[in-house]
């Protein structure tokens, strides 16, 4: 994905934020970074490595193992920034992207324009990292689902599992990176 481009960086992200949007009335680079987003979902959906990890979910987690292996991934990936991320630190990403939020907000699909005050000052994209701020974004899905779920403990089995979750994401990157080149330049943590 080329980020050079900050609207397509912010696509990558918005990509969970456009449900019910009319993506052509977004800006093209935006909606360049949406495709992005879904091409490495699609790739992603159907692999066998993350069918592995979502195998590791027992029920109640396994209705939602899309969702959870999606955010631990993410976690992976904060969490060892310095083995996949776009060199610097994942400080220095996670600012130029709240500076890309607030530059390019008028752009914004309405979901993400709404959370982006919330997501850069609690720093949600930073919180990946770490195990509590897995359990605050997990916690924050679980509200925003109607019916009841697990979604608020969901970090357990990321706890319980991490070297089979992490060993499954460390053999997906190299492939993730082969079809998706320049994504260790702004990979979509969120």
């Not at 993410?74 to 991320?85: E, I, K, S």
Request: hydrophobic letters at 45%; a neutral charge.
């Amino acid at each position: 994905c080329p980020t050079a481009d900050p609207l397509v960086r912010l696509g990558t992200l918005a990509g969970d934020f456009v449900q019910g949007v009319d993506l052509a009335r977004l800006h093209p680079s935006l909606r360049r970074g949406i495709q992005h987003h879904r091409n490495l979902d699609r790739f992603v959906d159907h692999h066998p490595l993350v069918a592995q990890s979502r195998n590791r979910l027992a029920p109640p987690f396994r209705r939602f193992a899309g969702v959870l292996v999606d955010v631990y991934y993410d976690h992976l990936l904060a969490a060892h920034w310095p083995n996949y991320g776009a060199g610097g630190t994942l400080a220095e990403f996670v600012g130029v992207v709240h500076r890309d939020l607030q530059q390019h907000a008028a752009h914004l699909p309405p979901l993400l324009s709404a959370v982006a005050p919330r997501l850069c000052q609690e720093n949600w994209l930073a919180s990946y990292a770490h195990p509590e701020g897995i359990d605050a974004i997990l916690a924050r899905m679980q509200r925003r689902l109607r019916r009841d779920n697990p979604l608020g403990r969901g970090g357990e089995p990321l706890r319980d599992q991490l070297a089979g979750f992490a060993a499954d994401f460390a053999a997906l990157w190299p492939e993730l990176l082969a079809v998706a080149p320049g994504l260790d330049s702004g990979p979509d943590l969120g």
